[in-house]
């Protein structure tokens, strides 16, 4: 379960650290940045399941659901247009089957942090990515939020990479202009490896070495947003709906349909049968 998001200089946020429970309402007026928050994790999404590029700029994304976030210029993701890049943070507490694992008991929860922007050459680029597991009683944040560090948001961004590790953190993986080291979370097995600079690290785990970050791999891949389009919903449901609940709710007859037919072929339980 993810347990805190954080996005600095991501749209019209400029610095938000959120802790999250299992149930969480977002309240505001609009333009305050509700579905910007949400939308720091649909990013994460699509950078890991695509790439960064096509999660800015859709980018040869032949799928019904992607929404490029901009058609023309990367600085339309930055706070105020300021800056050259923008971070993504999350920490997430790991299951019970996760902590099974001999080697992994200790650890109850991951951090993983990812900065975007443009290199010196202004291509778009991952200029750093980092993923740690945290052992029980150690804090999870990179950072303390002071004050004079907002009034220079890369300064700020800067301060998330180059902070010293805080004790009961082990590094899993770092990138950093293309170039990814990997550490084994169950053995001393550890590798460099040159990746795509529009790649993520974490999309390159495997299951048998990396059993908490392919979790976390897994977690981020399955994020969805459900918006509910009115007129959508208004109009009349075409027959060749399908009965898997869209996203936009336009087929919500089928589904209703379909749960009741599903309902009425149950029989009640028993505890004599």
């Given at each position: 379960?993810?347990?805190?998001?954080?996005?600095?200089?991501?749209?019209?946020?400029?610095?938000?650290?959120?802790?999250?429970g299992?149930?969480?309402?977002?309240i505001?007026?609009?333009?305050?940045g509700?579905?910007?928050?949400?939308?720091?994790l649909?990013?994460?999404?699509?950078?890991l399941?695509?790439?960064?590029?096509?999660?800015?700029?859709?980018?040869?994304?032949?799928?019904?659901w992607?929404?490029?976030?901009?058609?023309k210029?990367?600085?339309?993701?930055?706070?105020?247009?300021?800056?050259?890049?923008?971070?993504?943070?999350?920490?997430?507490?790991l299951?019970?089957?996760?902590?099974?694992?001999?080697?992994?008991?200790?650890y109850?929860?991951?951090?993983?942090?990812?900065?975007?922007g443009?290199?010196?050459?202004?291509?778009?680029?991952?200029?750093?990515?980092?993923?740690?597991l945290?052992?029980?009683?150690?804090v999870h944040?990179?950072?303390?939020m002071?004050?004079?560090?907002?009034?220079?948001?890369?300064?700020l961004?800067?301060?998330?990479?180059?902070?010293?590790?805080?004790?009961?953190?082990?590094?899993?993986l770092?990138?950093?202009?293309?170039?990814?080291?990997?550490?084994?979370?169950?053995?001393?097995?550890?590798?460099?490896?040159?990746?795509?600079?529009?790649?993520?690290?974490?999309?390159?785990?495997?299951?048998?070495?990396?059993?908490?970050?392919?979790?976390?791999?897994?977690?981020?891949?399955?994020?969805?947003s459900?918006?509910?389009?009115?007129?959508?919903?208004?109009?009349?449901?075409?027959?060749?709906?399908?009965?898997?609940?869209?996203l936009?709710?336009s087929?919500?007859?089928?589904?209703?349909?379909?749960?009741r037919?599903?309902?009425?072929?149950?029989?009640?339980?028993?505890?004599g049968?």
């Open positions: 379960m993810i347990i805190q998001l954080e996005a600095y200089n991501y749209k019209c946020l400029k610095a938000v650290r959120q802790p999250l299992r149930f969480h309402v977002l505001g007026r609009n333009g305050s509700k579905s910007t928050f949400l939308d720091a649909l990013f994460l999404r699509d950078a399941t695509l790439d960064i590029e096509t999660a800015v700029f859709g980018v040869d994304a032949d799928i019904d992607f929404v490029p976030r901009t058609q210029d990367f600085r339309d993701l930055l706070h105020r247009g300021v800056g050259k890049s923008f971070t993504l943070a999350i920490v997430a507490a299951p019970q089957s996760v902590r099974e694992n001999p080697k992994l008991s200790h109850d929860r991951c951090r993983y942090q990812v900065r975007v443009v290199d010196e050459t202004g291509e778009l680029e991952v200029l750093s990515e980092q993923l740690w945290i052992e029980e009683g150690a944040e990179a950072i303390e002071q004050q004079g560090l907002f009034e220079d948001i890369e300064a961004q800067d301060s998330l990479w180059k902070q010293r590790k805080p004790k009961g953190w082990k590094r899993v770092r990138q950093e202009e293309r170039h990814a080291h990997f550490w084994s979370e169950v053995s001393r097995w550890n590798f460099p490896h040159t990746i795509s600079p529009t790649r993520l690290a974490l999309s390159f785990v495997d299951e048998d070495r990396f059993p908490a970050s392919s979790w976390l791999k897994e977690l981020l891949s399955d994020v969805y459900l918006q509910l389009n009115p007129r959508r919903m208004r109009e009349p449901c075409p027959a060749t709906a399908g009965e898997d609940f869209a936009d709710g087929n919500m007859p089928k589904v209703v349909w379909k749960g037919q599903m309902k009425s072929s149950c029989r009640p339980f028993s505890s049968q």
